[in-house]
């Protein structure tokens, strides 16, 4: 799921050009992911949950961890201090940034940067990190970003 109307119009047409089933989320942004989503076995969180208010990240965080059965696993990128939204974006008064940069087809996007990946890994309490880190790439603009999966304990 989603929470970018482009991104999910985006995925409608690539699932329709593969002729394959596909079930389309649409959530309310303003509303807690509890009220909108069941639960799930595994989460992939790859460049979804860093385009919020960074309150909103850490509440959707919180709701992810709700969500997640137990012993799910749970894959979450997010960038760093190092990605391009921070270096050249503006810093907002919530502590999320704002994209500058033009030509990125991104342009006035909010994004979530944790301060480090602690920080990231306290958003998501009760998850036992199995691997984290870092990784980079260079496309039209440098973004770095940490990453961290972890399976929700198994309730006893």
């Excluded at 974006?89 to 502590?95: F, P």
């Excluded at 940034?97 to 602690?118: C, Y």
């Amino acid at each position: 799921s989603d929470t970018s109307q482009q991104a999910l119009n985006i995925q409608s047409k690539r699932m329709a050009s593969e002729s394959g089933k596909h079930t389309q989320v649409l959530l309310d942004s303003e509303k807690p992911l509890t009220e909108q989503l069941n639960g799930f076995d595994n989460i992939l969180c790859w460049d979804a949950l860093c385009y919020n208010q960074l309150a909103k990240a850490k509440a959707d965080s919180r709701d992810l961890m709700k969500l997640l059965a137990a012993g799910g696993y749970l894959f979450v990128n997010m960038p760093t201090m190092r990605h391009e939204f921070a270096t050249t974006g503006r810093l907002l008064e919530d502590g999320s940034f704002e994209n500058r940069r033009v030509g990125t087809r991104q342009e006035g996007a909010i994004m979530s940067i944790p301060e480090n990946l602690d920080e990231l890994v306290s958003w998501f309490k009760g998850l036992e990190i199995v691997e984290s880190g870092h990784f980079t790439f260079d496309f039209a603009g440098f973004r770095e970003f940490m990453f961290l999966v972890g399976r929700k304990a198994i309730a006893e």
